[in-house]
T-cell receptor, first 116, second 110 residues
Framework: GAVVSQHPSRVICKSGTSVKIECRSLDFQATTMFWYRQFPKQSLMLMATSNEGSKATYEQGVEKDKFLINHASLTLSTLTVTSAHPEDSSFYIC????????????FGSGTRLTVV | DAKTTQPTSMDCAEGRAANLPCNHSTISGNEYVYWYRQIHSQGPQYIIHGLKNNETNEMASLIITEDRKSSTLILPHATLRDTAVYYCIGEKAAGNKLTFGGGTRVLVKP
């Protein structure tokens, strides 16, 4: 149980275009989801916290107008990379807290974004 | 969340036990110790967690010292598929975000 599905797994887009990444909790409701970015050989860096029905909370240094987050339902959060540039190429991962006390987080399988 | 310190990398032999240490000397009383691993190009995978007592599940065992300042993740019989980066994280049960450190890059060798 507690599965998070992330789509697409891989995307290539042209510089200047926008890309949307979806994160779904399949068998549980998630009022809060999290978006991470990971560059090669580095650890995961938290970008923002996605809150159902309200604005996302962004970490310091993350441009909210560039990385648009929408959490319109209890099972879906989306991250849109707007006007993508090659430096936005990265591995994007979402996560949600598993139901139950002290049960940790479950993660999506990640999205490899390449901007050309 | 508590700051954790892990070795950057370690090798272990296939079929042998792998013992992964983690220091979390600033952990507070209500913080759990969580272990996740990330296999190349995949999302992190939950392994195990504990508060005070040692824990065991189908994947691993977690040994937490009595003072809770350090812990050891034990993979009882490492396989080549256990090659991954392992993250030790201190997390409050009611915490609302997870912060990753550098983790330990584990290479299981035949």
């Amino acid at each position: 149980g507690a599965v998070v599905s992330q789509h697409p797994s891989r995307v290539i887009c042209k510089s200047g275009t926008s890309v949307k990444i979806e994160c779904r909790s399949l068998d549980f409701q998630a009022t809060t989801m999290f978006w991470y970015r990971q560059f090669p050989k580095q650890s995961l860096m938290l970008m923002a916290t996605s809150n159902e029905g309200s604005k996302a909370t962004y970490e310091q240094g993350v441009e909210k107008d560039k990385f648009l987050i929408n959490h319109a339902s209890l099972t879906l959060s989306t991250l849109t990379v707007t006007s993508a540039h090659p430096e936005d190429s990265s591995f994007y991962i979402c996560s949600a807290r598993r139901p139950g006390q002290g049960n940790g987080y479950t993660f999506g399988s990640g999205t490899r974004l390449t901007v050309v | 969340d508590a700051k954790t310190t892990q070795p950057t990398s370690m090798d272990c032999a296939e079929g042998r036990a792998a013992n992964l240490p983690c220091n979390h000397s600033t952990i507070s009383g209500n913080e759990y110790v969580y272990w996740y691993r990330q296999i190349h190009s995949q999302g992190p995978q939950y392994i195990i967690h504990g508060l005070k007592n040692n824990e065991t599940n189908e994947m691993a065992s977690l040994i937490i010292t009595e003072d809770r300042k350090s812990s050891t993740l034990i993979l009882p019989h490492a396989t080549l598929r256990d090659t991954a980066v392992y993250y030790c994280i201190g997390e409050k049960a009611a915490g609302n975000k997870l912060t990753f450190g550098g983790g330990t890059r584990v290479l299981v060798k035949p």
